[in-house]
């Protein structure tokens, strides 16, 4: 089964640039600039995850986590902002309000990506029937805190030396 990101971001570049590294990653992509209309896709694709910027216009990214936290659909959501002072503020309400994960901008590409595959592999878990107790995975906390600690070298960077056809989601 296919996975599926939204992903929703106001700056063309930096869109364009976390949907290639997600297309290249074997994960279906869809887009959207704002708010508004990344709700009306959040609906008719249900995704698997939605990574969604934080300051935008027409609709902005804490509103769209608190519509897609009201739905039935438990879809993970990572919140990026790169909203200059306020930024902890917004990184924070947006986890308040239901962001499994937040990033801060500037970030690693490889960064996003392995945040990306724990949610969905996470979401995907709690969707089997559990056949044998499993152990459980790493808190958003740890996870984040590994992020950070990423910061000077990047070990995912190899993510994006994978031969053709390979793809970082599939475990090996």
């Known amino acids: 089964m296919g996975r599926t990101v939204l992903i929703v971001e106001d700056e063309p570049e930096l869109l364009a640039l976390m949907a290639a590294a997600f297309r290249k990653a074997d994960v279906e992509v869809y887009t959207a600039g704002n708010g508004e209309v990344a709700i009306e896709l959040f609906h008719s694709l249900q995704p698997d995850l939605v990574i969604t ?3 935008m216009p027409a609709k902005e990214g804490v509103s769209l986590i608190m519509d897609i936290k009201r739905c039935p659909i438990d879809t993970p959501v990572i ?41 969905m592999e996470k979401a995907a878990d709690q969707a089997r029937p559990m056949a044998a107790p499993m152990t459980a995975p790493p808190s958003a906390s740890a996870l984040a805190a590994a ?7 990047d070990p995912f ?16």
């Not at 790169?82 to 970030?107: M, S």
Request: glycine content about 8%; overall charge positive; proline content about 4%.
């Open 147 to 153: 992020a950070a600690a990423v910061a000077c070298s």
């Open 79 to 119: 919140a990026i902002s790169g909203g200059g002072v306020r930024n902890k503020d917004y990184l924070r309400w947006a986890k308040e309000l239901g962001a499994a994960l937040v990033l801060q901008k500037p970030f690693r590409m490889s960064v996003l990506l392995m945040m990306a595959r724990f949610l």
């Open 53 to 55: 910027d934080i300051v």
């Open 157 to 172: 960077d190899d993510l994006f030396e994978t031969p053709a056809g390979a793809s970082p989601f599939k475990t090996h």
